[in-house]
Each structure stands twice: as C-alpha cells, then as structure tokens.
C-alpha cells in the first residue's frame, strides 16, 4: 500500500459528508481522521459539509462549507473522485452531470430507528449498485448491505491522543463513554452494578464520561439503586481528558442497546490499556477484537455476570490486552488512510456508472 505518487496530479478527492466539525460525534472524527491520513499520503482532499462554522477552518485539507449548486458543481468537476460518507441524497446530484467515480463509506445504518427498511432507505441500497466501490466499516454493516459486496475498513482512531500513560496509576474499575442517550445503554450498566451488589457481593466504582438528555433520569436511577457514591459522571470532556481518564481505569464498558456500526470507543479503550467489555450486536465485536468480552444486547444480568468473572480474576485485563498492539495496529490515521487510498486508486481504473444509469 503506497502514496499517492504522481506529484504533477495528485488525486484530487471531493469528501462529501453533512456531518463534520464543530459538531460532535464518531461519524465527524472519523470523517477528521480519513481526511487528514489521505492528505497526508499526497492527495488533495476537500471536505463539502452542511455544517456551519464560525471560526477558521484550521485543518490539513480544504473544507468547503454550505456550498451553493453552482460551487458544488464545480467542485465535481474539479476532483477526480466523489466520495460520500454515507449515501447522501441531496449531495448526489452532480454526478448525474459530470462523470466520476462514486465511492461510499457507510457508518450509518439504512434504516428508520425502528429496524425497518423505509422508501430513502430503499433508494439508498439501490443505488449502491452503480457505486464503483462500497467500503463498510464492519463486517455487520457489509453484511447488511449484500447483495453490494463492500470491502471491509474499521474506523480509526485518534492514534496520537489515546495512548498508554505509564505514569498514571490505573487504580479504577469501571468507565463508559459516550452520549447519556437511552440508546447507548448507560442506564443497563447500572442496572448491572446493582445486581453485582445484591448477588455476587461486588462493589466496583463507575466514572461515567459524557453529557446528554437522559443525565438527570442516570442520576435518580443511580440514587434508587443506592449506587451514587459509587458512581461518578463527570459530563463532556475534551479528547485529552477523556484519554487520561482512561488511563485510570481496567475496564471500559460499552452497553448499547443499539447495533453500533462500529465502536470507536473500545478501541480508545483498549489504546489506553483498558480491556472492553461491549454489546455483541453489530459492528462493536468488531472494534473490541481480542481484547476484551461482549455479551447480548439489552441483557443486565449477562453484563453483570461477565463484569463478575472479570473483576474476579487476576490478570484478566492483562491476557485480555496481549494482541492489542497488532489489533490497534490496523486501526491508526496512516494505516486506514492507505487501504482508503488503496480503494480510491482502483475506483479511479473502473467505469463510473452512475451517469450511465441516470440516461
């Protein structure tokens, strides 16, 4: 897998995603990360986004805010690939008019929130057939997408953030990260802690990171269960102080009720030496790997049983983290950005057949 080598034409890539800083969330990171890698192999990348911004865009590439029709055109016909993050209806207009290779990345499911496949939804998949390349971020989500046949790249993540700090006593037990959304499973692990209580006589501490609409339903639910001092929820973080919290702790927990495509949490995680404890539903196996244990969706009790065997045995955390340096490894910037670059490279040798379609 090697750099973009022709310096008289770098490939010149339009990297099409509504979602993107200052909003917050893995879909933005990720978009971030790919980005930056792919700059950073010798492509010329500019990011087209609906996301305002009123400060300077401070980035390695070029990021093009609420474009017009005409500016969006123009910016097609000057890239030599047109690239989504997630099947955009309304940003796939161009290529009825100017002929590039179309390729996909999906994070996303195509689903309404209930599981049912809706009529966009439908038109999506569809579509993907006159993509030139199909990329899923987990074997769950290309396996969703079939009969497209997807190649298989995890997300990344923030290498030069999450990292081992060997100076900081990993004195904690418990953390889980995200949104303080009902989807995300939070107030499940604390069901999980009250049943370690009353059944195997296990009192670990919990540092709950993030902010969101159900904190204060976290906070009572905490109080009833009798777990308050013993459960501690910091609200939103910066990456850094996420990271060093981390570093503090042996378990990562991430309960979500729903399918996550991904899971970019575990692997910050497993970055900073804590071995996961994730639902099996979806991509987040995927994420976890080797270094660590999944249990079913939606299931307290299993949680907790897992949870007990774990923080029962000495050296769990060690022999669950013994490949995270290969598992990590495929899952830097630099590494996903040269299988992105790999994909692009052989989008740009095959027929774009989406005009085609459209005639």
């Given amino acids: 897998m090697g750099e973009w080598f022709d310096r008289h034409h770098p490939m010149k890539i339009l990297h099409y995603s509504p979602a993107f ?4 969330g893995g879909l933005e990171t990720t978009v971030t990360n790919i980005a930056t890698g792919l700059s950073a192999l010798g492509c010329e990348v500019t990011v087209v986004t609906t996301t305002p911004n009123d400060e300077p865009d401070r980035y390695p590439f070029r990021v093009v805010r609420r474009p017009g029709w005409r500016e969006l055109l123009t910016l097609a016909r000057e890239h030599d690939i047109f690239f989504q993050a997630n099947v955009s209806l309304r940003g796939l207009w161009p290529l ?18 209930s599981g049912r496949i809706g009529k966009r939804d439908r038109l999506k998949r569809w579509l993907l057939r006159y993509a030139t390349a199909s990329i899923a971020v987990s074997q769950a989500m290309a396996d969703d997408l079939r009969p497209v046949r997807s190649t298989v790249i995890g997300n990344p993540y923030c290498d030069d953030i999450f990292r081992q700090h060997p100076d900081i006593l990993r004195t904690k037990d418990l953390v889980a990260v995200g949104r303080l959304v009902s989807d995300k499973g939070f107030f499940l692990l604390l069901e999980a802690l009250a049943i370690l209580e009353r059944e195997e006589g296990l009192t670990p501490r919990l540092t709950l990171i993030g ?20 459960v501690e929820i910091t609200g939103s ?15 990562l927990v991430a ?18 030496g804590c071995a996961v404890i994730g639902s099996a539903g979806g991509g987040l196996p995927d994420a976890i790997g ?63 057949r989406l005009a085609e379609a459209s005639s």
């Fill in 21 to 24: 800083p200052p909003s917050v």
């Fill in 237 to 251: 973080l910066s990456h850094e102080e996420i990271a060093l919290r981390l570093a503090e702790h042996r378990f």
């Fill in 96 to 113: 009825l008019f100017v002929r590039r290779p179309w390729v996909v990345s999906h994070h996303s499911w195509y689903t309404r929130v």
């Fill in 290 to 352: 080797p270094c660590g244990r999944t249990f079913p969706n939606g299931d307290s009790r299993a949680l907790a049983m897992v949870l007990a065997e774990l923080l029962r045995s000495d050296g769990a955390r060690e022999r669950l983290l013994d490949h995270a340096a290969v598992h990590l490894a495929s899952h830097t910037r630099e590494y996903v950005a040269r299988r992105y670059l790999d994909t692009l490279t052989n989008a740009l040798g095959r027929d774009h």
């Fill in 211 to 230: 902010e969101g609409p159900e904190r204060s339903r976290l906070t009572a639910q905490a109080e009833a269960l009798g777990l308050s001092k013993r």
């Fill in 255 to 272: 309960p979500s009720l729903y399918h996550e495509p991904f899971g970019l949490v575990a692997l910050e995680g497993i970055a900073c």
